[in-house]
Every structure is written in structure tokens, then in C-alpha cells.
């Protein structure tokens, strides 16, 4: 069964830490997989990564997928207080298939 | 160039009542998808449609539930007598392509059946 799987679960972490993010998948095919971050409203899309090894960068946020092993980190540099959110990891299988989406990372930063 | 648009944004429904939410993709999307949001889990797919087509229902439950997407107007899903667990988050998404991608989320429909 395909599946994604995000650790940790939770994190609570001070103003100014770096936090990885980790994201790793089971899926029988792979078109790209996409970051998403939810605050109270809707999700927002951070990210999509289609090739392994090239990192996508955005501000402080970065992330890099890999194929081989099968998994993605997302990093924050010097979190704020607003980064606190859930942050979501998605995979697209293609083919015209839903996506699959994993449970999400809930971060906290605490000033 | 208006984003998702959901409403109602909250709805409160008594058991055995209809509930109905609606959205408006993304202007030039013409592919919809809806997920349920429960408290304290992830997001769960529901339905994919495109105009007048339901391309993916396999989230849907059987009975009770239906969605829509017609050649004019917003796309619609319909929960009919609702029951408290359907006391959830409703996000619509909708994106420009095929098959997923990059999806632009509207910002909810939280039903609360009481």
C-alpha cells in the first residue's frame, strides 16, 4: 500500500533554531512530491520536487528530495514564531491518481 | 485573480439536515478536489472532479455524500443527513493541470452538526 510517512510528529524548538523535517514515502510510482504548510486556514504550497539531489529554496525554507532512498527533508534556518505550523508532505504517483499525503509535521517556535 | 473561494466558512447543521458547500476554483482551473479534515489528523482525499466529471470518488463515502461539478457554476458537495461525525473541515483544491500537482487550497468549510 502506498504510503508517506513524516517524522517527527511534533517539535517545539526556540526562536532561532534550524529544524529539519523529514518526509519519506512508499509509493509504486512517483511523479514529484510537494510541501505544504497549514496555519489555521488553508494549506499553502511551499514546495515540489521532482529531481533528486536539487535543492528548491525559498527565504530560510529549503528542501531536497531523494529518489534512491526515498525520502525528503524540508530546513528551516532561524525559525520565527510565525513559522509555527503544520507542515504537510504530499507525493503525486501521476497517472492521474490522488495524491498521498502524510499526517504532518505539527512545529511550534516559541519566542 | 481570486484564489479558491469556499463559503459557506462555517455551517452548524442538526442531525438528519442537509448540508451543502460550495466552491469556485482558481480562475482557469478546471480540475477540483475536496479532502475532510478531521481534529488532530491529516488531511483525507474525498473526490476529484474536472467539469461534469467525476474523475476519482474513492475517498467518497457510499451513501450519504455526493459531489458535483457542472459546466457553469461552483462545485458543490453535498452531505446529506449529516450525523456528528461529519463535523469536520471540508477544503476544496484546485489546480491548472491533470492528475494533482501544485494545488491551491481555499481557505474551508467547517461544518459543525450538533
Known amino acids: 500500500e502506498d504510503k508517506v510517512v513524516q517524522s517527527p510528529l511534533s517539535l517545539v524548538v526556540h526562536e532561532g533554531d534550524t529544524v529539519t523535517l523529514n518526509c519519506s514515502y512508499e509509493v509504486t510510482n512517483f511523479r514529484s512530491l510537494l510541501w505544504y504548510k497549514q496555519e489555521k486556514k488553508a494549506p499553502t504550497f511551499l514546495f515540489m520536487l521532482t529531481s533528486s539531489g536539487i535543492e528548491k529554496k525559498s527565504g530560510r525554507l529549503s528542501s531536497i528530495l531523494d529518489k534512491k532512498e526515498l525520502f525528503s527533508i524540508l530546513n528551516i534556518t532561524a525559525t520565527q514564531t510565525g513559522d509555527s505550523a503544520i507542515y504537510l508532505c504530499?507525493?503525486?504517483?501521476?497517472?492521474?491518481?490522488?495524491?498521498?499525503w502524510g499526517l504532518g509535521t505539527s512545529l511550534a517556535v516559541n519566542p | 485573480n481570486a484564489g479558491v473561494m469556499q463559503n459557506p466558512r462555517h455551517l452548524v447543521r442538526r442531525r438528519g439536515q442537509e448540508a451543502r458547500l460550495r466552491c469556485s476554483p482558481m480562475k482557469g482551473h478546471s480540475h477540483v478536489y475536496w479532502y475532510r479534515q478531521l481534529p488532530e489528523e491529516g488531511l483525507k482525499f474525498m473526490v476529484y472532479l474536472q467539469k461534469e466529471n467525476i474523475i476519482d470518488e474513492s475517498g467518497m463515502p457510499k451513501e450519504r455524500f455526493s459531489a458535483e461539478f457542472p459546466k457553469e457554476g461552483p462545485s458543490i458537495l453535498r452531505i446529506q443527513q449529516v450525523v456528528r461525525g461529519d463535523s469536520a473541515a471540508y477544503f476544496c483544491?484546485?489546480?491548472?493541470?491533470?492528475?494533482?500537482?501544485?494545488?491551491?487550497f481555499g481557505e474551508g468549510s467547517r461544518l459543525t452538526v450538533l
Open positions: 504530499a507525493v503525486d504517483p501521476g497517472n492521474n491518481r490522488k495524491l498521498i
Open positions: 483544491a484546485s489546480s491548472s493541470r491533470q492528475g494533482h500537482g501544485e494545488l491551491f
